[in-house]
């Protein structure tokens, strides 16, 4: 049953994140994308961890991938001609992915089977946060503070 | 006695306040917020003399992801000292920002322009102080964020916003490097924290290729934080690109804070060979190339640009003979001539000259004491003897010699003579060309003269008489972190 | 049995077409895109981790969960700021291609 859920929720993914790097229209690549990130969710719950994978369904499905069609409205942008292909880049892509492969065959620790654990809760991750992180999580809300002044410096427009 | 963390959080809380105070402040002049900002960070630096030392024993919790060590408190005056001259420089830009900032209030973008830097402070303040993944990752993303709008801030210029865009995609794409790296670090070690990754390290049989996986792939994304090769394709275009004072905050800023990073995570894995031999190979290439490509540079902007990875590559020296005291020497000196010559280069773009060369013809006649400062700043960095460049590169040698790194060391000495052509033909264009016909003196203001001279006289001082900063990091917790290195 | 390397070949198979997508299209938007991928990636093998690494005992290694919860909220802030300055770039030269970025010489 696992297995079989894992198998179809990768191949989801996996396609849908190819459609995504490939196709030309831009509405519709957008759409493959967050096919894949629904995908990715998936695999959250799939592992037990059901807060992460809401807050996935939440931020990047929800706040991501609208925000990425607002902007391939905004540009209206037909098409995206491909002019030449670059081939060191395939190279480059195909180096890292081989030495990930051979990161990850070369490591029979990775082979192990998960043991039936406790889901991690809301409340461990919540406690988790604002004791040992609070730092961290100071710096990100600064981090959100920065990136909303600096998101509308850059595209507000006044009449002169 | 004041604990360090609350540091950042005045450094934050002002901000924070003059953030509100410009949102409130209709047409009046926003160059208050910058002389406050100024002010406020000053008080900052001045306390940060007065900390409660550390208390050693507490390293769970809070004190998991931060720590106050000399190291830690150095880079963050650095932070602030480097702040403080950013935003004199911006002083000075407030024309060009009014120009490329559309909008109908003439004063709107510089109130965010004066407190951006100030966040982006708080961001290398932490990076300075972070000794966990987690937060190393955070507050590198706090910095790179305000950047990337300080980058492309004045986008009514096209060339502004190019270098934003290549800023960000390049950027973000060594993030995706990043957390990738820290991920198989702590898929294989089950630790953040890099204390506990070296215990974890010393004590457990770990699977290295997994772990050397991760490893370079944070080598990577801080390799594109300090300029390396060859990561360091966006640096010229971007450098030039950027509004000048955005520009030496990156050069200066951003540099000195990726190598306070490459420090700590260096530290636990330093057993591995091969990443020593690794790091030799990159600070090699970093030499020849950034010396070499600066050779037929005809735009100012974009020589500096070519001289700071050159300069990348005399720290990565440092790093690779493990000599914490030089390398926090070098960029100290590499803070004082290179903030130097972007305030003479704001200073005189201002004045209707552009980033060239040759808009620098004859600028002794016209305006004596910036070319004096420009000539100062560009003798310092090619390393001319009694300035802090001498200096820097004599303790990065010294350290190489000790650890027979004389390949190293031959390069080192070849891409210097490189460096006395590129720099000194921008002193040939300001002392012996003649001036346009038509030109004026630069306009200068009491500030930036003042600031200008202090800059001269810490060449200077410190060229001569370096012990403040090598002292400043030998105390014993600092010996700690030192002979780990070796 | 689904094993943890499994995972994580899902994971770098994905990695991988992120990064691709970065260096071959031309297309900002697509580009970034792709490097959400590459995040989306390395969060799915920080949960795998912190999934199949239990303590002593049978928990789970949460602090894997909750790096992921900071690198989401790091990541929808560069969308927000990324997506501010292509739109920028749109206004002030009618383009999101990057062959069209040429006016500093590459």
């Not at chain 2, 009014?98 to 004063?107: E, I, L, S, T, Y």
């Not at chain 2, 709008?149 to 502004?160: G, H, K, Q, Y």
């Not at chain 2, 003979?321 to 001539?337: D, E, I, K, N, P």
Request: hydrophobic residues 60%.
């Amino acid at each position: 049953m696992n297995s079989a859920a894992f198998f179809f929720i990768a191949v989801l993914t996996l396609s849908a994140a190819v459609a995504a790097a490939c196709l030309r229209q831009l509405v519709h690549a957008a759409l493959s994308f967050a096919v894949a990130l629904v995908g990715v969710a998936a695999f959250y719950f799939l592992l037990g961890a059901e807060f992460v994978g809401l807050v996935q369904v939440f931020v990047y499905v929800g706040a991501v991938a609208v925000l990425i069609v607002f902007t391939i409205l905004l540009t209206r942008h037909g098409t995206d001609e491909n002019r030449g292909f670059n081939w060191s880049g395939v190279v480059i892509a195909l180096a890292v992915l081989a030495a990930l492969l051979w990161a990850i065959m070369r490591t029979p620790a990775l082979y192990v089977a998960a043991q039936p654990g406790v889901t991690v809760t809301v409340r461990q991750i919540g406690e988790a946060l604002m004791s040992d992180y609070v730092w961290p999580l100071q710096c990100v809300g600064l981090l959100l503070t920065a990136a909303l002044i600096g998101a509308l410096v850059l595209v507000l427009e006044e009449k002169r | 006695m004041i604990p360090a963390p609350f540091l950042e959080i005045a450094v934050l809380t002002w901000g924070l306040i003059l953030l509100m105070v410009d949102a409130f402040a209709g047409k009046t002049d926003r160059r208050g917020v910058a002389i406050a900002g100024i002010l406020g960070l000053l008080v900052v630096l001045a306390a940060s003399f007065f900390l409660t030392p550390p208390t050693p024993a507490a390293a769970s919790g809070f004190w998991s992801f931060y720590t106050a060590d000399p190291l830690a408190i150095f880079f963050k005056r650095f932070a602030l000292v480097t702040t403080i001259l950013v935003l004199v420089m911006a002083i000075d830009y407030a024309p060009a920002i009014r120009m490329g900032v559309p909008a109908a209030n003439p004063h709107a973008g510089l109130g965010e322009f004066f407190t951006l830097p100030i966040f982006t402070c708080v961001g290398l303040m932490w990076m300075a102080s972070a000794i966990d993944f987690v937060m190393i990752f955070v507050s590198l993303e706090l910095v790179t964020m305000s950047f990337y709008v300080l980058v492309s801030f004045t986008r009514r210029n096209p060339a502004t916003l190019e270098a934003g865009v290549k800023y960000l995609i390049l950027s973000a794409l060594s993030t995706g490097f990043l957390v990738y790296g820290i991920t198989w670090i702590f898929g294989v070690t089950g630790e953040t924290n890099l204390t506990q990754i070296g215990t974890v390290l010393a004590t457990q049989e770990i699977d290295k290729i997994p772990l050397l996986f991760g490893i370079a792939l944070v080598l990577v994304a801080l390799g594109f934080k300090i300029a390396a090769v060859p990561f360091q394709i966006w640096v010229p275009d971007v450098y030039q690109g950027a509004p000048t004072p955005v520009t030496a905050f990156l050069s200066v800023g951003s540099k000195a804070a990726g190598f306070v990073v490459l420090l700590r995570v260096l530290t636990p894995f330093l057993m591995l060979p091969q990443v020593g031999r690794l790091l030799v190979g990159v600070a090699a290439l970093t030499l020849i190339y950034g010396n070499f490509a600066a050779l037929p540079q005809s735009n100012l902007k974009r020589l500096l640009a070519y001289s700071s990875i050159a300069h990348a590559g005399y720290l990565l020296i440092g790093v690779v003979t493990f000599s914490g005291a030089a390398v926090a020497y070098y960029l100290v000196a590499y803070l004082l001539m290179t903030l130097l010559c972007f305030a003479v280069l704001v200073v005189v773009g201002n004045s209707g000259g552009s980033d060239q060369i040759e808009d620098f013809a004859g600028l002794a006649k016209r305006s004596p004491f910036l070319a004096f400062a420009m000539l100062i700043g560009m003798i310092s960095l090619a390393g001319v003897p009694f300035t802090a460049g001498f200096l820097g590169k004599f303790f990065i040698f010294d350290a190489a010699i000790r650890q027979h790194q004389t390949m190293l060391v031959v390069i080192g000495v070849i891409t210097v003579g490189c460096g006395f052509y590129y720099y000194l033909k921008v002193v040939r264009a300001m002392y012996w060309l003649t001036p346009p016909a038509d030109s004026q003196p630069v306009p200068l203001s009491a500030l930036s003269r003042l600031t200008m001279t202090l800059l001269i006289a810490a060449i200077f001082v410190l060229g001569v008489y370096p012990q403040p900063i090598l002292n400043a990091l030998d105390q014993p917790a600092a010996r700690a972190t030192i002979s780990m290195f070796r | 049995m689904v094993t943890l390397g499994d995972y994580l070949f899902v994971s770098g198979l994905l990695f991988t077409l992120g990064f691709a997508g970065v260096l071959l299209r031309r297309n900002l938007i697509i580009i970034f895109m792709s490097l959400e991928l590459m995040l989306n990636a390395a969060n799915l093998s920080l949960v795998a981790f912190s999934r199949f690494r239990t303590n002593s005992l049978g928990q789970p290694n949460y602090d894997g969960q909750v790096f992921v919860f900071f690198i989401i909220t790091v990541a929808a802030a560069e969308v927000a700021v990324g997506l501010a300055i292509i739109v920028a770039l749109y206004r002030a030269r009618r383009t999101t291609h990057v062959e069209d970025i040429n006016s500093l010489k590459f």
